[in-house]
Every structure is written in structure tokens, then in C-alpha cells.
């Protein structure tokens, strides 16, 4: 018999505990991990919700929610977010439900059901899976965004025997060949993963300057100009690095940086996340993220990965240098009677039929010329 309860979390370091154990027999993504959720977990959920499920006193399932109050209506609740800006700045993706594996769609659907009749829910960065379970226990649902996460199958590169550029399109072949030579002239590249907490976070500092100066000059602020997102990441790699499972990686070329990737290692994935190039104006035909990605598929490819995942996004980038997709959905839900579901919902409605009025007056213009 499963039984699922919703409480409190009156501390986090027991909580951890227990999150750990349940997370070593899920498949569970990086972001369920407790290295990311457990990360200032005190901070990030200033009023928490935990829905647990058990068997038999073991736990099965875990989903930890921090909870919005309101004058009006229900309270929301975040999974995995706190709900404010400044806090969830170090963006959530591959969000869910943390269960035993093989049980996934059962489990998340008992664990949804037990909050989404009485709280409205913002969930970011679900799977298409986490998706249909909320839309089998919720009153209402709407999906707010919807993006691909491109990724490269290396383990089918590994199986195949196939080299990865050769099933890169022309251009981007040309590409990477062209602006690798053109580095090539300073010295052989090289890539360099840090090994230690401290030079992790020497290397995450370095990364974050070039990071900000390229964002700024595009009159952008930038994820670094958050102070939260700095504090975040420092902790995060303190933890994680010791664990395998932060991967910052620098590239250069007769010691002349070319970038640095901050990317993150769980269970056969290399998940990259975040990232800083040197962009030099006199060779304009230097591609140093091209580069840098490249090299990273290699050594990813190299040290036995199954998948580079490039994370929630539809650059030209990532698409050339991917062969697959899966796609994140950020969506909000709740009761049926919960009055700011059903606003959204009427908004959704009405911007629906004024497109279609919208399309159906130019092909009546369209018509009578």
C-alpha cells in the first residue's frame, strides 16, 4: 500500500538523507538530485511543501514544492523553485517528480493528485511524461512554453562507430574545421577540466567575467549579475565536484583561452548549462562556441557519456551541432475553481479567437482582392 502525505520540512539535513537514499534507485534527472534541490534548499524554500510517498516505511517517491500565499484564491506552489526571481535565477529544467525507477508515471501521478486539488501549481522544465500526469489529476491546466533540448547520442556514435562530424551538416563541418584551424594557428587545442573545488570556482570566476562582458556588450545584464545566481553556483560546485558531477572545462590554445563550459555529469549525461568565450574581433571568422562544444562532445565522448545535452533552448548552435530532441514544458495547473486558472484560461481563450478573427478577416480581404 503507498501512502502519500504532505507536510513540512523542519530540517533539511534529515530530509537530504532521505533523498539521497530514494535518488540512488530513481532515474532521476541532475536537477532532482539533491546536489541541485538540497543546494541553499533554506533559502530557495522559505515555506516549504514536501509530498512523500512510502511503502512499508521506504520512501518511493519525493517532491519538494516551496509555497506562495495570496489574498485571493489558493496558494501556488513551485516545484523544485521558490517562486521569485532573484531565487530562481539558477533556472530549473528536466523537473519532476523524484521516484523509484520503473515507476514514474504511477508514483507522480499519486504524489500530483495529493496537491493539485486544494493548490494552484507552476511547474518548470517538466518532461512531456510529468506533463500528462498533471493533466490526469489537475482541474485545469495550461502550458506556458514549450522548447526543444537538443542533445548528441553519443553512445549511438559509440555503437555505430560513426565519427560525429561526419553527420554534421556541411556548413556546420565547414564551420568548426575552419575556425579550429584558425586557433590552430596559436598552438594545438587543448581542453582542461578543473579537479578540485578551489579550481573549480578559479575557473567558474573566469568563466562568469567573459560570460558577462559578451552580454553586456549586447546591452544585456547577463546570469551573472544576480548576486543569488554567483552564491548558488559556488555552493553547488562545493558540493558537487567532489561527487563527479560538475564538469567546468576550459579550452585553449598555446594558453590562450578560447572558452569555458560549466557543465554538469549525471548518469551517463553531460548537461551543458552555462558558458564563456573569447570573441576576437580581427578574426571574425573564429567560432569559439562551435569550438568549445566540439571539443567538449569529444572529451564527453572520451570519458564514456552516453548523451551531450545542451539543455532547454532553439539556438542555431545547439540544432547544428545535435541529432535529437526531447522537449520541457513550463505549465501552470490547478482546481477547477481556482480564479487565477480560470482568468488565464478565459485570456488564453480570447487571444485565441482574436487571432482567429484576426486570420479569418485577411483571408476574406485576401478573397475579395
Known amino acids: 500500500m503507498t501512502v502519500v502525505r504532505v507536510s513540512s520540512v523542519e530540517n533539511f539535513a534529515e530530509l537530504g538523507v532521505r533523498w539521497r537514499d530514494l535518488e540512488r534507485r530513481a532515474a532521476g534527472s541532475f536537477f532532482q538530485s539533491w546536489t541541485w534541490v538540497g543546494c541553499l534548499a533554506a533559502e530557495r524554500f522559505p515555506d516549504p511543501v514536501l509530498v512523500e510517498a512510502t511503502e512499508a516505511g521506504r520512501t518511493v517517491a519525493l517532491a519538494l ?8 484564491g489558493p496558494a501556488i506552489l ?6 521569485t526571481d532573484e531565487l530562481d535565477c539558477p533556472y530549473v529544467e528536466q523537473n519532476g517528480v523524484l521516484t523509484e525507477a520503473g515507476r514514474e508515471d504511477e508514483l507522480a501521478v499519486l504524489c500530483l493528485r495529493a496537491v493539485a486539488s486544494r493548490y494552484d501549481l507552476a511547474l518548470s522544465g517538466l ?27 553519443l553512445a549511438a556514435l559509440r555503437t555505430t562507430g560513426r565519427a560525429y562530424l561526419a553527420d554534421r551538416s ?11 584551424r584558425l586557433y590552430e594557428r596559436l598552438g594545438p587545442i587543448d581542453i582542461e577540466r578543473a579537479d578540485t573545488v578551489e579550481s573549480a570556482h578559479a575557473m567558474l570566476d573566469e568563466m562568469a567575467a567573459l560570460h558577462q562582458a559578451a552580454w553586456r556588450a549586447r546591452g544585456r545584464p547577463g546570469s551573472f549579475a544576480r548576486p543569488f545566481f554567483c552564491r548558488f553556483h559556488r555552493e553547488l560546485i562545493a558540493a558537487a565536484i567532489p561527487r563527479g558531477e560538475v564538469a567546468l572545462l576550459k579550452v585553449f590554445s598555446n594558453e590562450i583561452v578560447i572558452g569555458i563550459l560549466y557543465n554538469f555529469v549525471h548518469r551517463g549525461r553531460m548537461l551543458a548549462y552555462q558558458s564563456g568565450f573569447v570573441y576576437r574581433e580581427i578574426e571574425p571568422q573564429d567560432k569559439p562556441g562551435l569550438t568549445c562544444h566540439h571539443r567538449a562532445i569529444r572529451f564527453a565522448f572520451d570519458q564514456g557519456l552516453d548523451i551531450y545535452d545542451f539543455l532547454a533552448g532553439e539556438d542555431r548552435y545547439k540544432l547544428s551541432l545535435a541529432d535529437m530532441s526531447h522537449r520541457q514544458i513550463w505549465a501552470s495547473a490547478g482546481p477547477v475553481w481556482s480564479p487565477r486558472q480560470l482568468v488565464r484560461a478565459a485570456a488564453d481563450t480570447f487571444r485565441r479567437w482574436k487571432v482567429g478573427a484576426s486570420s479569418d478577416q485577411e483571408a476574406t480581404r485576401a478573397l475579395l482582392g
Open 78 to 83: 513551485h516545484l523544485g523553485e521558490s517562486g
Open 65 to 72: 514544492f516551496n509555497r506562495v500565499r495570496r489574498w485571493v
Open 170 to 180: 556541411a556548413n556546420t563541418r565547414q564551420q568548426i574545421r575552419r575556425s579550429d
Open 127 to 153: 518532461g512531456e511524461p510529468v506533463l500528462a500526469a498533471v493533466r490526469s489529476v489537475a482541474g485545469l491546466v495550461r502550458v506556458t512554453r514549450s522548447q526543444a533540448s537538443p542533445f548528441v547520442d
